[in-house]
């Protein structure tokens, strides 16, 4: 980044790299969409694997209560109008343990993330169950431990279960308890889900087909306030504008994304700029930015953060409202949503 004659922060110069973050992220999510996310489910007839998927994304997109021998061959299915996310179902161990086809090996090679499902109301981590495990792991070690039906265990046992599948597999592997008939703790087993996904660059891809897309977007918005926050720190002057924009324009798309707004570079713009202005109050925006040499931060961490917290969620806000955003749409969604905080606190 230059400074003119004047040690005057280049406007042209600032909208440039405005543009230059939005390609970047806009290409980086684009790449995300045209992939494919592979998850596989392991474990035997009735530990409720249909049952999580549906809480997992939020609806009903795997059939519950499908009766053994049902199932034969490994069930794959696409969600309705969402054919980015495939799920293998497999239709018991002993299938699995018995018949080492190609293709199932080839799907565990593949798999993004595997669940390996067992039953809190059962006997955890049979012989059986070890089998299969210690058979997957050699395959493809991305794989996250259910412990599902807690609702029908005392918490006691839940944690003898759990210490013993962690003798027996080490402490490599994350190991979830969760109900999947009542909605205990499916939010952290979605987190994981999203964190191994996020390693691979599909987190966005796998958050637009979940049902429920508030807690991800205040998840992000949260992330990115942070980020901010942490460069508002930086000693130097002046330089800290940019990267915090970055992240307010990766957040843009990644919101847009989610709710499936699309958002034109322009309108960005736009928006972090009144964002900025909003936040100051009095300054217009080219004094805000303007090199002060030896003035210490322009943007102190503070402001950084609340500025991408409230750009995030006034946009967050308009998409869940169906509003359009534009400048003064976006001023009025700061006033509402000030207003709503004023009166909760
Ligand atoms: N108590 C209890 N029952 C569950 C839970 N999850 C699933 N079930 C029940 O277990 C049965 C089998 O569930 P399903 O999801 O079809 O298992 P799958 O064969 O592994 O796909 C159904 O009757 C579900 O209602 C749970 O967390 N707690
Ligand atoms: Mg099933």
């Known amino acids: 980044m230059e400074y003119n004659n004047e040690n005057q922060f280049n406007e042209e110069q600032y909208r440039k790299s ?4 939005f390609e970047q992220k806009l290409n980086e999510i684009n790449a995300q969409l045209e992939k494919e996310i592979l998850i596989a489910l392991v474990g035997d007839v009735n530990v409720g694997k249909s049952s999580t998927v549906n809480r997992i994304m939020g609806e009903e997109v795997a059939k519950v209560g499908a009766k053994p021998g049902e199932t034969v061959e490994l069930g794959r299915y696409r969600l309705k109008g969402k054919d980015k996310i495939v799920f293998i179902d497999t239709p018991g161990l002993n299938d699995i343990n018995q018949s080492n086809s190609n293709e199932t090996i080839d799907f ?15 006997t955890v981590f049979s012989n059986e169950e070890k089998k299969c495990f210690n058979e997957i ?13 807690i609702d029908a265990s005392s918490t006691s ?3 003898i279960q759990t210490n013993f599948i962690k003798e027996n597999v080490g402490s490599s592997y994350p190991i979830i308890p969760i109900s999947s008939k009542n909605g205990q703790n499916i939010d952290e087993l979605r987190d994981v889900v999203l964190n191994i996904l996020k390693v691979k660059g599909k987190d966005i891809l796998f958050a637009r087909f979940l049902k429920d897309k508030s807690p991800i977007a205040n ?9 901010a926050g942490a460069i508002g720190l930086s000693p130097l002057p002046g330089a800290d504008i940019i990267p915090i924009t970055s992240i307010q ?3 843009l798309i990644k919101l847009a994304t989610l709710y499936d707004k699309p958002t034109g570079k322009e309108t960005a713009k736009e928006l972090i700029i009144t964002t900025i202005v909003g936040n100051v109050g009095k300054n217009i ?13 322009i943007i102190g961490a503070a402001v950084a953060s609340t500025m991408t917290a409230s750009l995030g969620y006034a946009v967050k806000y308009a998409y869940e ?11 009025s969604i700061f006033e509402i949503l000030s207003k709503q905080q004023t009166h909760s606190a």
Request: aromatic share 8%; charged share 20%.
């Open 18 to 21: 405005v543009d230059e973050a």
């Open 285 to 297: 925006f080219r004094q805000l930015i303007k090199f002060v040499p030896g003035g210490g931060q």
């Open 321 to 331: 409202n169906n509003i359009e955003l534009d400048p003064n749409s976006l001023k």
């Open 137 to 149: 792991q050699t395959i493809n070690k991305q794989i996250v431990i259910v412990l599902n039906k």
């Open 249 to 251: 324009v990766g957040l």
């Open 157 to 159: 046992d839940i944690l």
């Open 219 to 227: 998840k992000w918005i949260i992330g990115a306030a942070t980020a």
């Open 108 to 122: 565990y090679k593949r798999a993004d993330v595997i669940l390996f499902l067992l039953n809190s109301a059962g």
